[in-house]
Every structure is written in C-alpha cells, then in structure tokens.
C-alpha cells in the first residue's frame, strides 16, 4: 500500500498512451511505467495523491534483470471491503447483551457481502465454547463494525483476506 506521489501520462510516437508513476510508502519508494493494456486499465487508480494497494510479482527478464508486473490495483479505502474473506469472532458468553445482538445484526442487515462471519462463544465457568457461523448471508466490513470491535479487549479477533 502506498501514496502515488508522481503520475505522469504521456502518449508515445506511434500514439499509444503509457504513463510512469511513482508510488511511496514508509519504506522506500517504487517507480512503476505502464504501457498498452496495462496503462489503459490501471491509469484512472494511479493518480497523483491516490492511496492505493497494489499485487503483483517479480518476473525474470531475457537478460537476467526483473520486472515487477501488476496483477491488481484498487484504491486503500476498498481494501477493507474487497479482500475480507472471513471475519472469527472469539468472546464470553458474559459479553452478548441485548445491544450487541441488535448491533450486529442491523450492521449485518446494512452491509451485505460475501465475507462470512464466525462467533465463538466460550463459558469459562462451565469450560464449554459454541461455534455459530453465517448461513449463506455474508457481510461487507466496514467502518461501524471495526469501530465497534476495537472497543472489545476481551474479544480474540481474527481477520482472514483474499
């Protein structure tokens, strides 16, 4: 994930478009050039001030050299939504209140998607856990339920991503 720093647009001799771009983050800094197919279907992300979250992998060059090839590009602020396999709840059975359960579900309600939801709901006192899992409705993550789960100390919470 990084800030694209410079973004420059050019269109070559034989008129096709290509751009080169710098991307930043706390370690260093990454200039990436795109041309043809790539340039086409990646520019409107890449734009300077844009956060944006980049895969790819490194591929070996005739003359022993590597180049970096995207594989996918999509903005920081749909990382969140876009990557988030599964979300596992682990709590006790002393924290389900009234309001949790309304939360959850009118959180749920608004914020369809196809990450899928486990609980693990543990009594200590009786050294007993049950496991509950979403029937086939999925969620999308979102900001109103990251919020709601940092305010869980006692809650073990594991987020699992594409």
């Given amino acids: 994930m990084g800030l694209v720093s410079d973004a420059q647009h050019?269109?070559?001799?034989?008129?096709?478009?290509?751009g080169s771009f710098v991307i930043e983050d706390y370690s260093g800094k990454l200039e990436l050039v795109l041309f043809s197919e790539d340039y086409l279907k990646h520019s409107a992300i890449l734009q300077l001030g844009?956060?944006?979250?980049?895969?790819?992998?490194?591929?070996?060059?005739f003359n022993g050299d590597f180049d970096f090839k995207i594989s996918s590009i999509c903005l920081a602020e749909s990382v969140k939504k876009n990557f988030t396999k599964r979300l596992s709840l682990q709590l006790p059975a002393t924290d389900i209140t009234e309001?949790?359960?309304?939360?959850?579900?009118?959180?749920?309600?608004n914020n369809k998607g196809p990450s899928t939801l486990n609980f693990m709901i543990r009594d200590e006192d009786e050294d007993i856990a049950v496991e509950l899992l979403t029937n086939g409705k999925g969620f999308e993550m979102n900001n109103e339920l990251i919020q709601f789960l940092s305010d869980k100390e006692n809650w073990k919470v594991k987020v699992e991503y594409n």
């Fill in 10 to 18: 050019r269109v070559a001799k034989s008129g096709n478009k290509f």
């Fill in 50 to 61: 844009a956060t944006v979250y980049i895969t790819g992998f490194f591929k070996q060059r």
């Fill in 99 to 109: 309001d949790m359960i309304a939360f959850v579900q009118q959180n749920l309600k």
